[in-house]
Nanobody, 115 residues
């Protein structure tokens, strides 16, 4: 069983930056893709950024050029660096890890962009 623990959310002013972290443990060998989703109030959960099985990265159009996903393969940690944050980036951010049997989710971390 894979466990994902996120950290790094908080309140930031528009134009500011935050870095989210997701530490994975458990059945790491079964994971072929990891990334981040977010869900704003009243909206569906959406993909933000993802490392695919081939190691390539995918970003939502709304965050391209502002967010960067990276990973530390030694410590099984995935990061999301978020720059030039906008109020519309306000959401609960979830770490996601995928195996061929199921998807795993972290508990979520709140990001609020407000002046």
């Amino acid at each position: 069983q894979v466990q994902l623990v996120e950290s790094g959310g908080g309140l930031v002013q528009p134009g500011g930056s935050l870095r989210l972290s997701c530490a994975a443990s458990g059945g790491i060998a079964s994971i072929y893709a990891t990334g981040w989703y977010r869900q704003a109030p009243g909206k569906q959960r959406e993909l933000v950024a993802m490392f695919s099985s081939g190691g390539t990265t995918n970003y939502a159009d709304s965050v391209k050029g502002r967010f960067t996903i990276s990973r530390d393969n030694v410590n099984y940690t995935v990061y999301l660096q978020m720059n030039s944050l906008k109020p519309e980036d306000t959401a609960v951010y979830y770490c996601n890890a995928r195996s061929f049997r199921e998807w795993y989710w972290g508990q979520g971390t709140q990001v609020t962009v407000s002046s």
